[in-house]
């Protein structure tokens, strides 16, 4: 079956993914002051209310990427992923079903820990199921199934606006249910991860999924080799060293591992890339734009984000390696940003009619996150963060890193309305200021992962390794030099 069968798998949990961009792009919409009938049934709930059902989300996932790390671990990644689906189909369905508030936040809290769990879980899955040379293809599916879920949200916010009932917001809220209860139940016939399943001593089950995923008729030897691998890493982890959640820090490799996988989740929230997919409207309005034409921009815009996505994961990625793009997005990023309040500052306004300037800041923020944040950040973190932990801790410090990205979103998303109230264009530059931070922390502290299989990683981050030949078991001390070659291609 082989790699498009692998392929499959990881596309079909990016369900997951899709969810997660989905449920954060859909509630946007319902709660805004064109869903008439919800604002009706739910008699015109204050900013208070509002403030509650949009980030009850937030704190739910932030618990539920906290509670899948170990989950993952004992039960392993499919059964986690389903766990996740069948929360969300909970969680949705007291949503649409809501008959007053406390439903709605309840539903809303529900949701977000299953997607807190999913968004952990799913990119790790992938991850451990697919090939070091496109593992970041393959991974990197995750970042554009949630694009796609932004933007099929957008589309559905649209179109429901128009309806002249319940249905106007319940509809748009049922739409979750599908994809979660399809992810669950389809998960049922998908393999588990091979690296799992060796940690659980399920050795031929391991070998058979890694042939199913991996195989075709010439390369049987590298399907041999690669098991052999997971198998001596595996194994030589579980003699050696504990599975305490203190061992995320117990050495200095191990915490620069840590360390790196939360910088690339917080660096993510702090691209900026939250005031521009929940608060875009409030940007073009900033410009003088009104009505559908700043619905019809955002769909653009989420439209060229996920195609970007995609060319990005398929021809850059596992190319170029993560270190570059993720430099070069930071810097983009800041610009288009500088451009961005410069144009704010100049020729902005909600009364603003100045119609090139308009399309130039219109385009800035396309620009923005359409390509510098789809080809950097975007897809990356979920890449990376899944990649640099050994076996034994690696799903405690995935949910780490994703704790800190739900961390670093709710207080982004909490104080952007108050920053772009007050500091209006000048909000833009805190960014410019970020982005650049962003690009010297990748620069001086991150090491490059492409290519490495996940057995290789101790090398990389300068951890004691065993040369993953079969017929030398003797251990080493990474050198400078291996460290070298291995750590740092930038
Ligand atoms: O638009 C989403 C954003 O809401 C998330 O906070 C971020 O982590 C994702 O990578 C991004 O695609």
């Given at each position: 079956m082989g790699l498009f069968f692998n392929f499959s798998v990881c596309l079909f949990s990016a369900l997951g993914s899709f969810l997660f961009g989905y449920d954060s792009g859909v509630i946007g919409s319902v709660v805004s002051k064109q869903f008439d009938q919800f604002q009706t049934f739910f008699h015109n709930p204050g900013p208070d209310i509002v403030g509650a059902i949009v980030s009850t989300f937030a704190g739910g996932c932030f618990f539920g990427a906290a509670t899948a790390g170990s989950l993952a671990t004992r039960i392993g990644r499919k059964r986690t992923i389903q766990i996740g689906a069948l929360i969300a189909v909970l969680g949705c369905s007291l949503q649409t079903g809501a008959r007053n508030v406390s439903y709605l936040i309840v539903g809303r809290l529900i949701a977000g820990f299953a997607i807190g769990c999913l968004s952990m879980v799913v990119p790790l899955y992938q991850s451990e199921i697919s090939?070091?040379?496109i593992r970041g293809f393959l991974t990197g599916l995750t970042q554009f199934m949630i694009s796609i879920g932004f933007l099929v949200a957008n589309w559905v916010g649209y179109g429901c606006q128009?309806?002249?009932?319940?249905?106007?917001?319940r509809v748009p809220l049922a739409i979750q249910i599908f994809p979660a209860a399809l992810l669950f139940l389809g998960m049922f016939i998908l393999p588990y991860s091979p690296r799992w399943l060796v940690e659980q001593g399920r050795h031929d089950e391991a070998l058979a999924v890694v042939q199913r995923l991996h195989g075709t008729e010439e390369n049987t030897e590298f399907i041999k080799l690669e098991f052999a691998e997971m198998l001596e890493q595996i194994q030589y982890e579980r003699e050696h060293y504990s599975t305490k959640f203190s061992d995320l820090w117990s050495t200095k490799p191990m915490l620069r591992r840590t360390l790196t996988g939360i910088a690339v989740q917080v660096c993510t929230q702090f691209t900026g890339i939250n005031v521009s997919s929940y608060f875009q409207p409030t940007l073009y309005a900033a410009l003088g734009l009104s009505g559908s034409k700043i619905l019809m921009i955002t769909g653009i815009n989420g439209a060229l984000g996920a195609i970007m996505t995609i060319i990005f994961i398929y021809f850059i990625l596992d190319r170029v390696g993560r270190k570059p793009p993720l430099i070069f997005g930071a810097i983009g990023m800041s610009i288009s940003l500088a451009v961005e309040a410069a144009i704010n500052a100049k020729w902005g306004g909600?009364?603003?009619?100045n119609h090139p300037a308009q399309t130039a800041g219109v385009a800035f923020i396309i620009i923005f996150s359409a390509l510098f944040f789809s080809c950097s950040f975007g897809p990356v973190s979920w890449v990376y963060q899944s990649e640099i932990f050994p076996m034994r801790i690696r799903a405690v410090g995935t949910a780490v890193c994703t704790c800190a990205n739900w961390a670093a979103n709710v207080l982004i998303s909490q104080v952007s309305p108050i920053g772009m109230a007050r500091l209006?264009?000048?909000?833009y530059i805190l960014f410019v200021v970020t982005n650049i931070a962003n690009a010297l922390i990748v620069f001086f502290f991150f090491p490059e992962t492409k290519g490495k299989s996940l057995e290789e990683m101790d090398a990389v981050f300068g951890d004691q390794v065993i040369?993953?030949?079969?017929e030398t078991k003797q251990v080493h001390n990474v050198t400078a030099e291996d460290e070298k070659s291995g750590g740092s291609d930038v």
């Open positions: 090939p070091p040379e128009f309806l002249r009932n319940d249905a106007q917001w909600v009364d603003s009619t209006q264009y000048r909000f040369p993953h030949a079969l």
